[in-house]
């Protein structure tokens, strides 16, 4: 069984669904009873990944996978980046962080908003052996919050092709084309390999 290592609850149950597509029973940290926050202290999102699926492969003695993503706006620098979930500090929610980044670009015209969506999935075994993917999706900020569907900045980032935020798109969509869905295919792929394979399975891990 794979453990799921993410204490955010919308980032969990994505994180849920792409590994069992793939064919592997996981477990979530709430479900194993480990509650205790990993502090996020890398400078890059392969840092705060791999970090944190070795923190609970380690914690747990199991396989665990986790990653770290972020919104990189081009008119803010490709800020909030790898911050983006302290973004305006610690007190503020999904909502709250939205709220923030429409006020920074209040007068940045549209041609000028775009924006991706980055997310690097870390795989880690107990004894610390780590792989990492990464994936990305390219998009722009809307000028309001539309939908009620995923988490995060999805209800301001606007994805041309669909003519959608991403909290508009049903779950099976967004996944086929979102940056955690790009990493997590190349995950699978690898879980498919011969060396993908022995990394799981010479952990104690059964499909």
């Known amino acids: 069984m794979i453990l799921i290592a993410s204490l955010n609850p919308g980032k969990a149950r994505e994180l849920r669904r792409l590994v069992e597509s793939a064919g592997q029973a996981t477990e979530t ?3 194993a009873g480990l509650l205790t926050p990993y502090e996020e202290s890398g400078a890059t999102y392969e840092e705060n990944g791999i970090g944190k699926a070795r923190h609970y492969a380690a914690l747990s003695g199991r396989v665990a996978i986790a990653d770290d ?8 620098g490709g800020a909030p980046g790898p911050l983006s979930a302290r973004y305006g500090g610690e007190g503020l929610d ?6 923030m980044l429409l006020e920074a670009l209040r007068d940045v015209p549209d041609a000028d908003r775009g924006a991706r969506y980055v997310a690097v999935v870390a795989i880690a075994r107990p004894d610390g052996e780590a792989r990492s993917f990464r994936g990305a999706c390219e998009g722009r900020i809307g000028r309001e919050p539309r939908g009620d569907r995923g988490f995060g900045y999805d209800p301001i980032f606007f994805y041309p092709p669909f003519d959608a935020t991403f909290a508009e798109i049903p779950d099976e969509r967004k996944q086929a084309v979102s940056h955690r869905g790009h990493a997590f295919a190349a995950l699978a792929a690898f879980l498919m390999t011969d060396e993908g394979r022995l990394f799981v399975e010479s952990a104690g891990v059964r499909r």
């Not at 919104?71 to 803010?76: K, P, R, T, Y």
């Not at 999904?94 to 709220?99: K, L, Y």
């Open 69 to 76: 993503s972020g919104i990189e706006v081009d008119a803010l």
């Open 29 to 31: 940290l709430r479900e």
């Open 94 to 99: 999904d909502a709250g962080r939205c709220r």
